[in-house]
């Protein structure tokens, strides 16, 4: 199994960047895709994005597509989430989450899908 710690979060003008890490430790990282998904106040926990095993590939929510950029270091157990031009409605306590799927190339956006989940990062957008 793997134990996923996310950092990052913060408070940001609208406008404004931010970079999550998640950290991965116990089995071997690229053995996971990984996904990052967000709960806004009120919200259902919603998808953000995704990275396959090999990092080859990604998918993106509409909301956050030209926005947002998922990367991977497999020799450092890391996941990240560039968020650029942040808005207020990037409001949300954001999760990474890792599928072990035995698909180097697969992508996966459904919730349900992920075994492993950190416990977030909360990342507020002042206007």
């Known amino acids: 199994q793997v134990q996923l710690v996310e950092s990052g979060g913060g408070l940001v003008q609208a406008g404004g960047s931010l970079r999550l890490s998640c950290a991965a430790s116990?089995?071997?990282?690229?053995?996971?895709?990984m996904g990052w998904f967000r709960r806004a106040p009120g919200k259902e926990r919603e998808f953000v994005a995704a990275?396959?095993?090999?990092?080859?590939?990604?998918y993106y929510a509409d909301s956050v597509k030209g926005r947002f950029t998922i990367s991977r270091n497999n020799a450092k157990s890391t996941v990240y989430l560039q968020m650029n031009s942040l808005k207020p409605e990037d409001t949300a306590a954001y999760y990474c989450?890792?599928?072990?799927?035995?698909?180097?190339?697969?992508?996966?956006?459904?919730?349900?899908?992920?075994?492993?989940w950190g416990q977030g990062t909360q990342v507020t957008v002042s206007s």
């Open positions: 989450a890792a599928d072990s799927t035995p698909s180097t190339t697969l992508v996966p956006r459904a919730e349900q899908t992920y075994d492993y």
């Open positions: 116990g089995r071997t990282f690229s053995s996971y895709a």
């Open positions: 990275i396959s095993r090999s990092g080859d590939s990604t």
